[in-house]
């Protein structure tokens, strides 16, 4: 593993330092500065794009008011173009809307990881007014260790989230009344029910009856293995490389009952052995991640994708089906064609024995103000039933 980056400074006559943590894979910020409520939010804007970071030393509510108003400076319009620079721009290809709309996401994220809070070994902030943060802390970093961090204000906030998202939960109607899921931090939450709808009401393979053994590849919470097992499949085993989401997923299975129908692996994609059912939900969009979430949406170069269609005619028993959860966002933005994926399925020895479509019906599938909206408004969400080509 790569030894954790650390953040080194003088304050008061004396050399300073502590761990860097960060989520979305960002370097320490080349240069530090510590910044009080003396600091105005055009100055912070300036430091930030320029890449300083602003150690906070004043009162931790006044921290997020400061990050809020460099999110309104990020919203602002941009200036009009000048002749030079549209000189310039016609020189270079324009990038398409996802590579724009990633491209600000980047520096977005970026500008607002400047503001940075410093965590005393047990997790706790030495700033004025500063809520209670150890045990959000404690469940996405695991124990203390002795070392003081420095964090991200905009990433702290997501710690704070996720808390509040695994004490809470998640109701998944497909479950059952009133049935909850519980993400962990760095757990992408079952939030898009219509895909957990669709292997819900999808046609039980008869094969199930004799072998009645499923497998649940890339288990994330576990919502799909749970509901496999309230369906009747004798045998589920989930798999995934992500110890979190291992946690996670035997987590929500002992909450629901579930844990003796459930086994949990830790592996790439397949288990050992065969299953008359074998459900892969893999990340939509073929790009690079940025972060533990992001993880469950970006696969750069469709490997799992592609990795799941090669490896499943081995590990389907006889009459078995493979269900392959996906969206088709990726067409809508030109990162994949529809012709790719079928010729990837007949290309793994395969055939389509059914497909379900499910237009989704999350927010950002309405939000006309998402740069991603004609995208997402064409999007649909398609179980497709695979079979081995006879």
């Known amino acids: 593993m790569t030894p954790p980056a650390s953040l080194t400074w003088h304050e008061n006559g004396q050399t300073r330092s502590a761990l860097w943590v960060t989520d979305h894979r960002a370097r320490p910020p080349s240069r530090l500065m510590l910044v009080d409520d003396t600091l105005n939010a055009d100055t912070a804007y300036r430091l930030a794009c320029e890449g300083t970071g602003l150690l906070w030393r004043g009162d931790f509510q006044n921290a997020r008011q400061l990050l809020q108003a460099l999110k309104r400076r990020l919203e602002r319009p941009p200036r009009k173009k000048t002749v030079l620079n549209k000189k310039r721009e016609s020189a270079h290809p324009a990038p398409s809307a996802f590579d724009a ?5 980047s520096q977005r994220a970026r500008v607002l990881g400047q503001i940075l809070i410093e965590l005393q070994p047990d997790y706790s902030i030495a700033l004025r007014r500063a809520p209670s943060v150890q045990t959000a802390c404690l469940q996405a970093w695991g124990p203390k260790d002795g070392h003081v961090r420095v964090v991200s204000l905009r990433s702290l906030q997501g710690v704070i989230g996720a808390f509040e998202w695994r004490k809470n939960g998640v109701e998944v109607p497909a479950l059952g009344e009133k049935l909850r899921i519980h993400p962990h931090y760095g757990v992408f939450s079952p939030v898009r029910g219509e895909y957990v709808q669709l292997v819900a009401q999808a046609p039980w393979p008869a094969a199930l009856k ?20 309230r369906r009747g499949a004798g045998q589920v085993v989930g798999s995934d490389v992500s110890e979190r989401a ?3 997923a035997r987590d929500n ?9 459930v086994q949990l692996l830790h592996t ?15 990340p939509w969009l073929p790009a690079r ?35 392959l959860i996906l969206s088709d966002l990726a067409e809508h933005l030109g990162l994949r064609t529809r012709e790719a994926l079928l010729g990837w399925i007949a290309d793994a020895g395969l055939e389509v024995a059914g497909r379900m479509d499910v237009k989704p019906f999350h927010a950002k599938a309405q939000d006309t103000t998402d740069p991603l909206h004609a995208a997402r408004s064409a999007e649909v969400t398609s179980l497709w039933r695979l079979v081995v080509a006879s």
């Not at 299975?253 to 129908?261: C, P, T, V």
């Not at 288990?271 to 074998?278: C, D, K, V």
């Not at 750069?300 to 590990?315: C, D, I, T, V």
Request: net charge negative.
């Open 101 to 105: 709309h990633r491209q600000a996401q």
């Open 210 to 229: 004799t072998h009645a053994v499923a497998f649940d590849i890339g288990v994330g919470t576990g919502v799909l293995s749970a509901l496999l097992a």
């Open 246 to 248: 291992l946690a996670c």
């Open 253 to 261: 299975l002992q909450r629901l009952g579930l844990q003796n129908q």
């Open 268 to 282: 790439d994609l397949f288990p050992p052995g065969q299953a008359a059912l074998i459900v892969c939900n893999p």
């Open 289 to 323: 991640a940025t972060s533990l979430l992001e993880q469950a949406v970006y696969d750069e170069g469709s490997q799992m994708l592609k990795g799941f269609l090669n490896g499943l005619p081995a590990h389907l028993c006889p009459g078995g089906e493979g269900w």
